[in-house]
Structure formats: structure tokens, C-alpha cells
């Protein structure tokens, strides 16, 4: 009498005698005694579609799957860190046709002038490689944001655009140094030379916030003017320009209009330049 549906079978149904009545309970309790199952990058991206706004190429390219990642917060300069995967490296739209190369919120934003650009400076020179791979490498990913850098400036976007260009390609070095690290045990020469490029493009991308806030109005690059303004402290700070950070927060902490969430986060900053100033140089 094990089977609580023995009775079935006198009723023309024993396709349904001992059945699971708790099915999903079980297939949950059996989950739990297994531990949790660790996704692989691959599992954590799929083939999203999208129309080339330059040549009308239907094309496919990686994006993340916003239900398969665990976003665990922010750094310092608000680069977004998830789980087991740098999202970074989805961050941008390429057409494997004509080789316009866009960050995906920017991709369909292209005037016909900007596409004649495109077509005379880019289209007819570009060498494209195939990504063939379930995942793009950080080698993929380097390669895509240097031909969204290089259409940005064909386009000639506003400075705001290509400088969060910058500070994502810097987010993605970052990536990629710790990745280095990490797996590959590179020498310390070929880390740092990764390293210094992080800093390259952090410069540039302060140098580029920094004039788009004379020259745009808010949001810019969809931040409002506290967000951006800690941004650059942070940016300031990563620099090792504690003088420049220290000046940008203080402005934060006075401001009677900033959101609460970033004047605690200037606040964490200031204590953080203010220990650095004292460390030994």
C-alpha cells in the first residue's frame, strides 16, 4: 500500500499508479542534498539578434542571460563584478559584415551621415575575425571594444560616449589582469604592461567626464550629476591623484542635492584618501 494511487488501476488509469505526488518537492529536496550547481561563463550567455543600423545585416553576437548571473555589487569606480563571469566582455554589438562596432546601448543610435562614415572608414578596410567560440575570450573582447573605440570616433559620438568607452575598456583590463593572474601565472612584465593600459584608458576616460560635464547636460552616459561626480573621485583615486579625489568629494559631501547612497560612498573615499595621504611614499 506504498503507492498512494493503487486504486488507479481499476479505474482504467495505471499509467498513473505510482506517481510522484510531490514531484517538485522532490526534484527541490533532491536539489538541496546535490549543493548548488555551478554554471560555467557559457551558461551564462546566449546568441541575442539585433539589426546593423549601417548595412541592415541581421547578425548575432553574446549578451548576458540576466536570470543566469549573480551580480555581487560594485567597485570603487562602479564596475559591476557578477559571479563567476566579467560582463564586460558582453558589452558589446559588432556586425560581422561591415565591422560598426557599438556598446549595446549605443549600437542602433546611428545618423546617415554617421553611417556614410562608417561605410567609407571602417566598412571598406576592416579585416573581421570570426568568433566561433561558446564564449567570448578577454582576446575577443579587446579586440571588439578597439572597433567600438575606432566607430565612436569615426561617428564623432559626444565626448561622454567615448570616454565610458574608455572606462568600460579599462574594466575590462582589470578583468583581464586578474584573469592572468589567476589561470596563466603570467610574468609580472606582461601583468604589468596589461596594468598600464588599464591606466591609459582610466586617464583618458577622466580626461573625456570630466570636459563632457561643460559641455552635455544631464544624465550623462546615464548617470546624473552625484553619480558622476563621485565617479570621477573614484576614477581620481585609482590614479593616485588624492588631491584632485579628495577636492571632487568634498564638493559631494556639501552638495545638498546628491542621493544619500553616493555621499555614504564619498564618504568611504574620503577615509580612503585620507589613509593613503598618510602612508609613506
Not at 163 to 176: D, E, P, Q, T, V
Not at 212 to 236: H, K, N, Q, R
Amino acid at each position: 500500500m506504498a503507492d498512494l494511487l493503487y486504486g488507479l488501476s481499476s479505474l482504467g488509469l495505471e499509467s498513473l499508479q505510482g506517481a510522484d505526488i510531490f514531484e517538485e518537492l522532490t526534484k527541490k529536496e533532491k536539489a538541496v542534498e546535490e549543493g548548488p550547481v555551478v554554471l560555467e561563463e557559457k551558461d551564462m550567455v546566449y546568441d541575442k539578434k539585433t539589426t546593423c543600423p549601417v548595412c541592415d545585416t541581421e547578425f548575432m553576437y553574446k549578451s548576458l542571460k540576466a536570470g543566469k548571473t549573480r551580480f555581487l555589487g560594485n567597485a570603487q569606480d562602479l564596475r559591476p563584478v557578477y559571479e563567476g563571469i566579467d560582463a564586460q566582455k558582453y558589452d558589446i554589438a559588432l556586425c560581422p559584415n561591415c565591422g560598426y562596432a557599438a556598446l549595446t546601448k549605443y549600437f542602433p543610435r546611428v545618423t546617415t551621415k554617421q553611417a556614410a562614415f562608417i561605410r567609407e572608414n571602417i566598412s571598406s578596410k576592416v579585416r573581421l575575425h570570426a568568433y566561433t567560440g561558446d564564449t567570448y575570450s578577454y582576446e575577443d573582447a579587446i579586440e571588439r571594444y578597439q572597433l567600438a573605440l575606432a566607430s565612436a570616433v569615426v561617428k564623432k559620438v559626444k565626448t561622454s560616449e567615448k570616454a565610458y568607452i574608455c572606462l568600460k575598456n579599462a574594466w575590462l583590463l582589470r578583468g583581464y589582469a586578474q584573469y592572468l593572474a589567476e589561470e596563466k601565472h603570467m610574468p609580472k612584465e606582461q601583468l604589468g604592461a596589461v596594468t598600464q593600459l588599464e591606466k591609459k584608458f582610466l586617464q583618458n576616460a577622466f580626461r573625456g567626464l570630466s570636459a563632457s560635464v561643460a559641455s552635455e547636460s544631464y544624465p550623462i552616459c546615464g548617470m546624473d550629476e552625484g553619480t558622476l561626480d563621485y565617479l570621477l573621485a573614484a576614477i581620481a583615486m585609482q590614479l593616485e591623484d588624492y588631491d584632485g579625489a579628495g577636492k571632487i568629494v568634498a564638493n559631494i559631501l556639501i552638495s545638498t542635492t546628491v542621493n544619500p547612497r553616493i555621499k555614504d560612498k564619498a564618504r568611504d573615499l574620503k577615509d580612503e584618501i585620507m589613509q593613503k595621504k598618510k602612508e609613506p611614499k
